[in-house]
């Protein structure tokens, strides 16, 4: 949030701001959400919305990421933690692919809104799988020359866009989106688990299943 005066006012108007920006934004769209809009609704002068927050950007940021915290909720949910790495991010990106298929165009507008910042792009949902890549290093089922933010910009990318295309156009069926998208990612993984050993010391490569049923 913004400053008043030097002074960060986070109090209960901050929290009505935020949560009428999420109904209007994911709900009617972005074009919706203007500071006019807001202060309408809130009977209220624009100084209240400034005071708290910088501009209508920093908000609209602000309901990108609670769409995207309520879709990462989802596909956590949809990930078996006894299966293997790439079993489990497989079912994270088609569980989060899925969810922004179901939802309307509008909160599939914010899943793909992003902040330029001084290391790239970020977007909470590129950051999750970024993560979930540097884990899978850890574990040593991702080789250690992949560059994680890379590897997972190119997949954000590749389901957001896909997920728009579907959101924009009704006779783009479903299935048709969802194995276009699992294509793409999995050139991404076969780089990502190129070459690895085995427990013999032997050079291997990750086994794909078929994603796209």
């Not at 009977?43 to 309901?63: A, G, K």
């Not at 596909?75 to 489990?88: G, H, I, L, T």
């Not at 032997?202 to 078929?210: A, L, P």
């Amino acid at each position: 949030m913004a400053f008043s005066k030097g002074k960060r006012i986070e109090d209960e108007t901050s929290r009505r701001i935020v949560e009428l920006a999420v109904n209007i934004g994911c709900k009617e769209g972005a074009d919706v959400l203007t500071v006019t809009r807001l202060c309408r609704e809130l009977n209220c002068d624009r100084r209240v919305i400034y005071n708290r927050f910088r501009d209508i950007d920093e908000i609209n940021l602000i309901v990108a990421r609670r769409c995207n915290e309520e879709l990462m909720a989802s596909a956590k949910a949809a990930v078996d933690p006894q299966n293997s790495f790439y079993e489990r991010f497989y079912a994270f990106i088609k569980a989060a692919f899925t969810y922004i298929y179901e939802k309307n165009r509008y909160f599939q507008h914010y899943t793909a809104l992003y902040q330029i910042t001084d290391h790239g792009v970020k977007n909470e949902i590129l950051l999750e799988i970024m993560q979930m890549i540097e884990d899978g290093k850890t574990a040593g089922d991702v080789r250690a020359e992949t560059d994680s933010y890379k590897a997972a910009e190119s997949i954000w990318i590749i389901t957001t866009g896909i997920g728009g295309m579907l959101a924009a156009n009704g006779n783009y069926r479903f299935q048709d989106g969802l194995n276009t998208m699992l294509y793409g990612v999995e050139a991404i993984v076969s780089y990502m688990s190129a070459e690895m050993e085995d427990e013999n010391g032997n050079r291997k490569t990750w086994k794909h299943r078929n994603h796209c049923q």
